[in-house]
């Protein structure tokens, strides 16, 4: 007789990774310009600053912020998203995290166990293979942590109804754990959620979400959405629209359950996407430039509308704003002086000139889609480019010319499963074209940095504020596999 899979003994021990000792034995100290080829590189003086960035933002407007994972998948970057760059407990603005993985949720283990986080939303409509795996979460010995997960179909809240009944027993045997459910909302980006004009849907999910409090075992917490679309945005009026969008679509859903609230239940409107929580930015120091602004205006009106509400709490949720890219530089979010660019950028692929074809002046590289990613840059940016070449040298010092320039020299044109091909950008003067040599190594600003990241098992961590520039390996962060 054949004996059932088990889904709960799928973990990461089957997607197993180096141990972070024996790559620091390995690497820590080593200069850029002696790894191995192609790798990732993180800046860590730039994650600090980013991650500091949006703690300020949202404790000083007031609002509640919660972490994604999914962009970089490591332990360290966690840290100094929950807890700033001081990494001091005694500072911890926030405990919150998202994951878009069973992995990334089992990767954060030794953070529950510490403390450190405290509040998981699996953020993923869950397939239902998914629960056992996630359920052992509430094993960990931390018993304040509050799991949730997300849902947008009927269907799917049915399904955990049923398995949350099945795991009553342990109820009765003294156990203390409660989820959380959210329901996604769509506000436009036509990825997940439900769209708010599917009123009957909506209004059945939340109704059933709000009743399983009397179960004990499950309650309504809130919705949750996500403004991709504010990716392709070009001004912070683009992001700002879009973060409104999203405030009044968790608003109205939130409309259908005057009976929780009126019970005095919090319930929280989770919103987000690096675009729009970064907008907030400009709100800082005052509203100037935005004061007749009528996304500004908007987005007032439905955060007054929160407040004016019972029990609600507006959150902030975002991942890539840690690392950042260059499709996120070219969303200009943030009006001058806080405007992002090349400096902010943490996230560099490391790779080495291969060859070079004279005929048609351009180099090939040992990078392509498993290492960088597979999408182009927006037409309204640098169009048709899947990295920019950065202006490291291998050399240390000071820099006697720029490399490229910043506008665009050297970029990474086309690319295919590992093989990458850099052209001179046609917009700047050939005359400044710089000379390429193979086996010189280069770092590549990407386009996507969640994509670029997957391919590699760990990042080589630098610090550019280090008296070496940031040309020597200073730890090595290994990043969680599998699914």
Same mark, same amino acid.
């Given at each position: 007789m054949a004996i059932l899979f088990d889904p709960s003994a799928v973990n990461q021990t089957l997607y197993p990774a180096p141990s972070k000792e024996t790559l620091t034995s390995l690497f820590v100290d080593q200069p850029l310009s002696v790894l191995p080829t192609p790798g990732a590189v993180l800046d860590v003086a730039v994650v600090k600053r980013n991650c500091d960035r949006m703690l300020k933002t949202c404790e000083t407007l007031g609002l509640s912020f919660r972490g994604h994972v999914k962009s970089h998948k490591t332990i360290e970057l966690t840290k100094y998203q929950l807890l700033g760059s001081s990494l001091s407990l005694d500072e911890q603005q926030t405990g919150s995290v998202c994951v878009s993985t069973i992995a990334e949720a089992e990767g954060l283990i030794p953070l529950i166990?510490?403390?450190?986080?405290?509040?998981?939303?699996?953020?993923?409509?869950?397939p239902p293979s998914s629960f056992p795996r996630l359920h052992k979460l509430l094993k960990v010995p931390f018993p304040e942590l509050r799991l949730s997960v997300l849902v947008d179909n009927y269907k799917q809240l049915s399904s955990c109804w049923e398995l949350l009944e099945g795991l009553t027993s342990?109820?009765?045997?003294?156990?203390?754990?409660?989820?959380?459910?959210?329901?996604?909302? =769509?506000?436009?980006?036509?990825? *997940?959620?439900v769209h708010p004009t599917e009123l009957v849907s +909506? #209004?059945?999910?939340?109704?059933? *979400?709000?009743? +399983?409090?009397?179960?004990?075992?499950?309650?309504f917490r809130g919705v949750y959405t996500h403004a991709?679309?504010?990716?392709?945005g070009t001004n912070p009026e683009d992001a700002m629209w879009s973060l409104a969008d999203e405030v009044k679509c968790g608003l109205d859903a939130l409309q259908m359950d005057t009976e929780g609230r009126e019970a005095g239940d919090e319930v929280t409107v989770s919103v987000g996407a690096s675009p729009t929580a970064l907008v907030l930015g400009n709100l800082l120091d005052g509203v100037e430039g935005f004061d007749n602004s009528t996304s500004?205006?908007?987005?007032q009106r439905e955060l007054?509308?929160?407040? =004016?509400?019972?029990?609600v709490k507006i959150e902030i949720h975002a991942g890539v704003y840690t690392i950042l890219d260059l499709q996120q530089v070219a969303t200009n979010v943030l009006s001058v002086p806080r405007a992002i660019g090349l400096k902010d950028i943490a996230l560099t692929i490391l790779a080495e000139i291969a060859s070079i074809y004279h005929r048609r002046s351009e180099a090939l590289v040992n990078v392509g889609t498993t290492?960088?990613?597979?999408?182009?840059?927006?037409?309204?940016?640098?169009?048709?480019?899947?990295?920019?070449v950065s202006s490291w040298r291998e050399l240390t010092g000071p820099l006697s010319e720029a490399f490229p320039l910043d506008e665009g020299g050297w970029v990474l044109k086309r690319i295919s499963q590992e093989h990458g091909i850099l052209a001179w950008k046609p917009s700047v003067d050939s *005359? *400044?074209?710089?000379? +390429?040599?193979?086996? #010189?190594?280069?770092?590549?600003?990407?386009?996507?940095?969640?994509?670029?990241?997957?391919?590699?098992?760990?990042?080589?961590v630098v610090d550019s504020d280090q008296p070496d520039g940031g040309n020597v390996v200073r730890d090595v962060w290994v990043r969680w596999r599998g699914w």
């Open positions: 166990r510490e403390g450190i986080v405290t509040d998981l939303l699996y953020a993923f409509p869950m342990e109820k009765d045997n003294g156990s203390t754990w409660n989820y959380g459910i959210f329901v996604k909302v =769509d506000s436009g980006y036509s990825r *997940a959620g +909506l #209004q059945n999910m939340i109704e059933l *979400a709000t009743n +399983l409090k009397d179960s004990g075992i499950a309650s991709g679309h504010s990716y392709s500004f205006a908007y987005l007054k509308r929160a407040r =004016d509400m019972k029990h290492g960088i990613g597979r999408e182009p840059g927006p037409s309204h940016c640098l169009e048709n480019m899947w990295g920019l *005359a *400044a074209r710089l000379s +390429l040599e193979i086996s #010189q190594k280069i770092r590549i600003f990407p386009q996507h940095a969640c994509i670029a990241g997957s391919g590699h098992g760990w990042y080589y």
